[in-house]
């Protein structure tokens, strides 16, 4: 017989975390540049304030527990309200990603039967496209003053943000409910197929923002300023609205400019320590401080995931800047945490060489994630650092499966859901990404790591991105191609990009062809779309050949 302790069950709801922000740090800066420009200070009590406010409006609407509330929004102060106004009621947070094709967000919207959609002025054209299309949508809340409604806007039931919060008592009480309720909503990105959602809790995403503040995981402190560039509709912002008022720090949000100098500007006059975003930003962030001789004085770290982040781009944030890059993995199904980069104490006594090398890894694995790597036989693989396989993850705030049960039973017998990646472990515990499964160059049934020849090829000082891609050929099946986008104002030879990797790769690695293009196809997540590469340059050895 189990014997039970003797200790209070108070549910871990995310209206707690936003209450414990407004009682113990609640004159905390949040910072947002605005949708029209100016920049907006606010607080940790004033985002309580006014998200309790937005719940008492929602509930007014008729939104009960469990209801979607679907947001079509940039990086605000607005949009972060709502991460508490809907989700402290019970309803469902819908974060869809605006830069989506217009029919992957009507899916999207039709298929999470979203009730009240939420949005920045510059998606009016879209929703009204939207709401003949979506017939669950009742009410439609723009992010703005009643002032700012258009004359001519045609929705029905059209909702001035600031007029419903103005017009409720303010007397509203955080309700409690069962933990394991539905809090947010995120689609995947849908590279194939149809978008699937994965669909959050209130005790995962409590956990998940108690796991991050670990020791030697995120390590932000009260007196940290954070700058969260990643989209408020990835990945629940990277967790960084339910991270930061858990640690009391400042949150800067830059709004829908997520280019160079504008980021550039918030991060010196707000001071900001940290920064979350993906390398792509951080590249072009950095050929702006080359070009303008402008400096990142107060930035201390930033946390790079989305894509592996080259050594040329790691050693030029820190040797010249000052800025020590932490590398972390994760994905829309792990809330996004899974592994982070920073150095247990037998990987920080290791020589300065090792050391880097090893922190260029994505990472070891923090409390509240389990992590196997399982080969072709289907066994686990040795935590050598050489042999690689299929990642796949577990614990308290990773997916068990797909709104819906879209894409059918996703688990292994024992509970574990694959990650897609392909990767190794070494002997002090640290995950390295050698490809997604779906990515991988295979050649003559070996396999090619496209990640490898990409941070390689990113060395060269005249290589702004890098992409490895398969390629077919008649003999090998596929053989890869690096793609580069030269620094501006510069020329790249193939010569030059096959040189950079010559005696770092097995000979049977070397790319056969360089291709230089002005640009890369993105995703709205800042991720290099290597499927419409794939695609565009899969024949492109035999046609160079003939």
């Known amino acids: ?89 019970g309803a469902v947070l819908h974060t869809v990603n605006p830069r989506l094709f217009e029919e992957q967000i009507e899916y999207i919207v039709r298929h999470a039967e979203d009730r009240v959609l939420v949005f920045d002025l510059e998606f009016l054209p879209l929703v009204e496209k939207l709401a003949t299309k979506c017939p669950d949508v009742q009410h439609f809340v723009l992010l703005a003053e009643g002032k700012d409604i258009p004359a001519d806007a045609t929705l029905a039931n059209l909702h001035a943000y600031e007029d419903l919060l103005t017009a409720q008592t303010g007397q509203f009480v955080w309700p409690d409910f069962d933990e394991r309720a539905a809090s947010s909503l995120c689609y995947t990105s ?121 050594q040329a781009l790691r050693d030029a944030y820190r040797d010249d800047h000052g800025v020590e890059v932490v590398h972390l993995w994760g994905m829309t199904e792990t809330s996004p945490l899974g592994t982070i980069g920073t150095p247990t104490a037998r990987v920080a006594e290791l020589p300065k060489e090792a050391r880097d090398e090893q922190l260029l890894k994505q990472g070891r694995i923090p409390f509240g994630v389990k992590m196997k790597i399982v080969g072709g036989d289907g066994e686990e693989v040795k935590r050598d650092g050489e042999d690689f396989g299929a990642m796949w993850v577990k614990g308290p705030w990773i997916a068990s499966g797909y709104f819906k049960g879209e894409g059918g039973d996703v688990l292994d017998p024992d509970g574990w859901f694959p990650t897609g990646d392909v990767g190794t472990f070494d002997e002090f515990g640290y995950m390295k990404i050698t490809d997604r499964t779906k990515d991988v160059i295979k050649s003559g049934g070996e396999w090619i790591s496209s990640i490898d020849l990409e941070n390689l090829a990113s060395a060269h000082p005249k290589v702004q991105l890098a992409a490895a891609v398969a390629a077919y050929h008649p003999k090998w099946d596929e053989r890869p191609i690096l793609v580069v986008v030269p620094v501006p104002g510069e020329t790249v030879a193939k010569e030059d990009v096959l040189g950079t990797l010559e005696g770092k790769i097995a000979k049977w690695w070397m790319p056969d062809d360089v291709v230089v293009l002005d640009e890369l196809p993105m995703t709205a997540t800042g991720k290099i779309r290597k499927a419409t590469l794939r695609e565009q340059l899969w024949n492109h050895l035999v046609e160079s050949a003939s």
Not at 73 to 87: M, P
Not at 221 to 243: E, I, Q, R, S
Not at 263 to 268: G, S
């Open 190 to 310: 849908g590279t194939t197929g149809n978008p699937k959602g994965v669909l959050y809790s209130h005790r995962s995403t409590v956990l998940h923002a108690l796991g991050a503040n670990q020791p030697g995981v995120f390590g932000l402190k009260p007196t940290d300023c954070v700058m969260g560039m990643a989209p408020l509709y990835h990945a629940n912002g990277w967790a960084m609205p339910y991270v930061l008022p858990l640690a009391g720090a400042k949150y800067v949000l830059p709004g829908s400019q997520i280019e160079p100098a504008a980021c550039q500007e918030l991060i010196e006059d707000e001071r900001v320590t940290a920064a979350f975003a993906v390398p792509t930003v951080w590249t072009m962030m950095l050929g702006y401080l080359a070009q303008t001789g402008k400096k990142l004085e107060t930035l201390e770290r930033t946390f790079i995931g989305g894509t592996a982040v080259s």
């Open 1 to 89: 017989m189990t014997l039970h302790g003797l200790m209070q069950d108070e549910p871990l709801l995310i209206s707690s975390l936003i209450r414990h922000a407004a009682e113990q740090h609640g004159d905390r800066e949040v910072v947002a540049r605005t949708c029209e420009g100016p920049v907006h200070h606010s607080s940790w009590a004033e985002v309580e304030r006014r998200g309790s406010r937005l719940a008492e409006a929602l509930r007014a609407l008729g939104v009960g527990e469990g209801d979607r509330v679907a947001t079509l929004a940039w990086n605000t102060h607005r949009h972060l309200e709502c991460f508490y106004g809907v989700s402290g009621i």
